[in-house]
């Protein structure tokens, strides 16, 4: 019976869809950046995060190659 009850929970968490039946001319679809953008700020710190040790591992890559090219 947990479950059950569970369920309803779980399914008010979940982001409701965009409806296809508005019209475009009231409010044009999201673009990909747009959605984008907002999910970065939702999840600030991971996002920085995962930025930050993007960047340090290209700089690591590139030093290591300029390194042993010369």
Same mark, same amino acid.
């Given at each position: 019976m &947990?479950?059950?009850s569970s369920t309803p929970q779980a +399914? %008010?968490?979940?982001?409701e869809p965009i409806?296809? &039946?508005?019209?475009?001319s009231?409010?044009?679809q +999201? %673009?990909?950046?747009?959605l984008a953008m907002r999910n970065m700020v939702r999840k600030g710190g991971t996002s920085?995060?995962?930025f930050a040790l993007s960047t340090i591992g290209l700089?690591?890559?590139l030093i290591g190659l300029s390194y042993?090219?010369?």
């Open positions: &947990s479950n059950s +399914a %008010s968490q979940t982001p409806s296809e &039946s508005t019209p475009a009231t409010e044009p +999201a %673009s990909y950046v747009k920085l995060k995962h700089v690591a890559l042993l090219t010369r």
